[in-house]
């Protein structure tokens, strides 16, 4: 079974960094994204990467500050996260998805992103 093992996560003061990795098993996700959530609210997108084109997608309160990217030869996922807020406080998840599926199937077991203001 194909899994997916994020890493990264932590405390860190408002404005700072950090990055999180996210490694697949396999080679065979088309679509790789990172979602985050919160204790009582929906889980939330926050950045894709589309393998083939490198296409990226980011949540409005993200982009410019957050930049995810792809190393394929390590078949991991990066989100390097920068100007770090309060807000972003979150459980950050790791999910993938393949050619012939339209949501995402895959998920990581979370990794905690805590940011002190």
């Known amino acids: 079974q194909v899994q997916l093992t994020e890493s990264g996560g932590g405390l860190v003061q408002a404005g700072g960094s950090l990055r999180l990795s996210c490694a697949a098993s396999a080679r065979t996700f088309s679509t790789m994204g990172w979602f985050r959530q919160v204790p009582g609210k929906e889980r939330e997108f926050v950045a894709a990467i589309r393998r083939s084109s490198g296409d990226t997608w980011y949540l409005a309160s993200v982009k410019g500050r957050f930049t995810i990217s792809r190393d394929d030869a390590k078949n991991t996922v990066f989100l390097q996260m920068n100007s770090l807020k309060s807000e972003d406080t979150a459980v950050y998840y790791c999910?993938?998805?393949?050619?012939?599926?339209?949501?995402?199937?895959?998920w990581g077991q979370g990794t905690q992103v805590t940011v002190s203001s």
């Open positions: 999910a993938a998805k393949t050619v012939v599926s339209s949501s995402y199937d895959y």
